[in-house]
Structures are given as structure tokens and as C-alpha cells.
């Protein structure tokens, strides 16, 4: 009787099915290791500095670094920044005599701003009682411009001014004196003697040689005399000012 052949085995899918088992595993094993561990997300939510995560960033780290970037930012604002001119370019790179006349001719004219609109009765009023009136006040600074014309001259050969070291008592007696031969001038005539004598004293200034620095320090009597000049008007022009505004709110 004939042998019949064995029909082959049927190959079984284990061997494929072991080796996708295998990658797997290698898969979640290098997932494991690239995986940060539980220290390490402890530390990074710590903020401490680790491999695989970042430093937590406090409010006072956050405030330094809004405050450095403005300081940048400024600077380089301030780089790109037109240079701010001065104030007053005029006096850029001149010499003491001439902002000597450039401080004059600012404070005469802040004198002459107090005192503009006014007329002959008000500028007659008294600023307070006892006190001197706009228009004395005027006949006031007329007197001082020109005790220095008269004695602008000692002055360069270093003779000291003749109210030197004047008490407020003499003060009383020297105004009375240089205004009395003024003081009757109506309103008008006041401002123009106020301009004119400012006028003369000006180009008595201007003749005065620039070459001779001495006489420009305030230890010399010229010096001594007109540095601070102008300050006077000033002063005075302050004080109308005020009793105008004084007279405006009441």
C-alpha cells in the first residue's frame, strides 16, 4: 500500500509577532531613559536648573529684567535723541562782558513787562503802605544805573563804589537824596528816562576793553560792581509783579 505524503505544517505568525513584541519594549525602554525622572521635575518646579527644564522666574528676577530693559530702551532713546539746545544759545561761548550786557538787557526788559498797561494813576499807587509806588520804584532803578555811569571810571582803576558796605539806613538816605531831583517826572516821562539812562549805561559798557580779564572777576571793584547787577532789576521787577497780581485777584 502507497505511502501518502504528510501535507507541510502551516507556518505560524510567532516568530513576527516576538519580534514586534521586542521593538516595543526597546521602544519604552529608551521613552524610560530619555524620560526626566520625578527628581528632576521636582527641581524644575523648584526653579532649580536641571538637563531637561527651566529655572522658575521669581517677581523680584522678573522686576530686574523690566527694569534693565527700560534702561536700554532709554539709552537708546537718548542715542537717538537730537541734542537739547541751551536755553539761552546767546551766551554759548562769550565773554563776561558780553553776558554782562546780554543779562542787562533781559532784566530791563522783565522790569518794563512788570510795568506795562500801567498809567499815571496806577502807577502812582503805593505797592504797600510806606512803601514806594510803581513809578518810584522806577526812579528807583533810574538812580542806581546811573550812580554807576558816574562812577564807572573809579571803578576801572579799582576804586571802590561809594555805597560800599551801605547800612539800611544809609540805604534810606541815598535814595532819598538821588531820587529827590526826579521824583516830581510824570509817568511818562519816568519810563523814558528809565530807557535812556539804561541806554547810556550800556554803551558806557561797551567801550570797556574785553582784554583786560581782571576787571571781569568780582574780586575787582568793576566786577564787584555790575556782575550781579542785573539781580537788582530783577528784585524789583518781582515785586510788581506780585502787588499786579495782587491787585487782579482782589
Given at each position: ?21 521586542a521593538a516595543a519594549k526597546r521602544t519604552r525602554k529608551v ?61 554759548a561761548g562769550a565773554s563776561p562782558k558780553q553776558r554782562l ?75 532819598a537824596e538821588t531820587m529827590a531831583p526826579i521824583r516830581p ?66
Amino acid at each position: 500500500m502507497a505511502r501518502t505524503r504528510a501535507a507541510p505544517k502551516k507556518r505560524t505568525a510567532k516568530p513576527a509577532r516576538r519580534a514586534a513584541q521586542a521593538a516595543a519594549k526597546r521602544t519604552r525602554k529608551v521613552a524610560r531613559r530619555s524620560a526626566p525622572t520625578a527628581k528632576a521635575r521636582k527641581n524644575a518646579r523648584a526653579g532649580k536648573r536641571t538637563g531637561t527644564g527651566k529655572p522658575k522666574r521669581t517677581r523680584a528676577s522678573h522686576s530686574r529684567r523690566s527694569r534693565a530693559i527700560r534702561r536700554a530702551d532709554a539709552r537708546r532713546r537718548a542715542a537717538r535723541r537730537p541734542p537739547v539746545a541751551q536755553a539761552f544759545e546767546q551766551t554759548a561761548g562769550a565773554s563776561p562782558k558780553q553776558r554782562l550786557l546780554f543779562d542787562l538787557l533781559r532784566a530791563r526788559t522783565a522790569v518794563r513787562a512788570a510795568v506795562a498797561g500801567l498809567g499815571g494813576g496806577s502807577g502812582d499807587q503805593p505797592i504797600a503802605p510806606g512803601k514806594w509806588s510803581a513809578r518810584e520804584t522806577l526812579l528807583h532803578l533810574v538812580t542806581r544805573d546811573h550812580a554807576r555811569l558816574t562812577e564807572m571810571e573809579a571803578a576801572l582803576r579799582g576804586t571802590p563804589a561809594s555805597w560800599e558796605g551801605a547800612k539800611p539806613a544809609d540805604w534810606a538816605r541815598i535814595n532819598a537824596e538821588t531820587m529827590a531831583p526826579i521824583r516830581p517826572l510824570s509817568w511818562e516821562d519816568t519810563l523814558r528816562l528809565l530807557d535812556r539812562t539804561r541806554e547810556r549805561l550800556i554803551e558806557a559798557l561797551e567801550s570797556v576793553p574785553d582784554d583786560r580779564p581782571e576787571i571781569w572777576a568780582e574780586s575787582h571793584a568793576f566786577g564787584k560792581m555790575f556782575l550781579d547787577f542785573h539781580e537788582h532789576d530783577r528784585h524789583h521787577a518781582e515785586i510788581l509783579k506780585r502787588w499786579r497780581t495782587r491787585g487782579r485777584r482782589g
